[in-house]
């Protein structure tokens, strides 16, 4: 038995298993962001960010209510294997304010829904993953269900659009007869789609990234700096974001350089006057 790889990219790899001259099995990997709409009990839009682990995969489902009375939502989940037919159960559900994007308390719920009305605690899914997309159903334990198929992201595939090339001299030219406070400008060398580095190494779950990933890069810095930041204090939690570009070389993390980057500009649009 042998098996040939003919397809690689950040969130799809595709294997042939052959025996015989016959093809014994594909798989197409899960992770990345996955977006799309809904529909069932409610229809709305909904955004999957999955990582992949070691033996299985895991991420958190947001839905967004076309319904803007009714709560948004968001859930995090893990697979059990890599299989690409899966089912799981899901953690509790948590209520989102449609307004604000903050989470609903208990009392918040009841005056948005009413006495008589129950949240949802949990989800049973079953879905299947192929090269073209991701496919959804659930149930929840108060019977509410919906379904949805999203189709992978080209995310990863080189963009579409036609970049102008010029010189220095000739872009300071083409800025500088643009209108001010309208554009942003990001340099690359390869026809990337605008995302970030982070997105790009296949990974889409922000929630980990929080709870894994800052922690772990928060030991590495301190155990290199003579300041111990506290990350609660807004000040000092975007010095330590500023610091972590010293070493996100060596730790991976390039989305830390893009998020500082963006701190930068958006201070400088503010003390222009072009953001409020």
């Not at 159903?137 to 102008?164: F, H, I, M, N, Y």
């Not at 111990?228 to 010095?239: M, S, T």
Request: glycine share 8%.
């Amino acid at each position: 038995m042998a098996f040939s790889v003919f397809g690689v990219s950040a969130n799809v790899l595709e294997l042939q298993f052959m025996s015989s001259g016959r093809v014994l099995h594909t798989m197409s990997k899960m992770n990345g962001q996955w977006l799309g709409n809904f529909s069932g009990s409610t229809t709305g839009s909904v955004v999957v960010n999955i990582d992949e682990r070691q033996e299985h995969y895991e991420g958190t489902a947001v839905l967004i209510e076309d319904d803007q009375t009714l709560p948004h939502s968001v859930v995090s989940f893990r697979t059990a294997n890599k299989d690409p037919k899966f089912q799981f159960r899901t953690e509790p559900i948590l209520a989102l304010d449609p307004r604000t994007g903050n989470g609903l308390s208990l009392d918040e719920l009841k005056q948005r829904l009413g006495k008589d009305e129950v949240f949802s605690k949990y989800a049973d899914v079953a879905g299947t993953v192929d090269r073209e997309s991701l496919t959804l159903s659930w149930s929840t334990d108060t019977g509410v269900e919906g379904k949805c198929v999203l189709p992978r992201s080209k995310a990863g595939q080189p963009s579409e659009l036609v970049p102008l090339e010029k010189n220095w001299a000739e872009f300071m030219e083409y800025v500088s007869n643009l209108k001010g406070c309208r554009y942003l400008f990001r340099g690359q060398n390869e026809p990337w789609r605008l995302r970030t580095s982070f997105h790009r190494s296949g990974r889409a779950d922000l929630s980990s990234f929080l709870s894994e990933d800052v922690p772990a890069l928060y030991k590495h810095l301190s155990a290199r700096t003579k300041h111990v930041f506290n990350l609660n204090n807004p000040d000092e939690n975007g010095a330590f974001f500023s610091a972590s570009r010293l070493s996100h070389a060596a730790f991976g993390l390039d989305v830390f350089s893009l998020r500082c980057r963006l701190l930068r500009v958006s201070r400088h649009f503010k003390r222009e006057g072009c953001l409020g």
